[in-house]
């Protein structure tokens, strides 16, 4: 998926600024517990354990909501 600025409309323009938009909206504090406490789900295949944890429009989707 293409990067996102942190206001999750628009597409950051460049690889930099991308994963700076990236790292500047995941640890903001208060959304980073948000994402810890209601992002993540566990699979369990049989054979391991897999952790997910849900992308960007996932999560504001569902925090819009």
């Known amino acids: 998926m293409p990067g996102r600025t942190m206001k ?3 597409i950051a ?3 930099v600024a991308r994963t700076r938009s990236l790292v ?3 640890f903001e504090s208060n959304r980073f517990l948000d994402l ?3 992002s993540f789900a ?3 295949s049989g054979s391991s354990l897999n ?3 849900a992308g ?3 999560f504001h989707a569902v925090n819009k909501l």
């Open 56 to 58: 960007y429009h996932q």
């Open 42 to 44: 566990f699979e369990d």
């Open 13 to 15: 323009p460049q690889r």
């Open 51 to 53: 952790k997910k944890i």
């Open 36 to 38: 810890i406490r209601h």
């Open 8 to 10: 999750a409309m628009d």
């Open 24 to 26: 500047r909206g995941i």
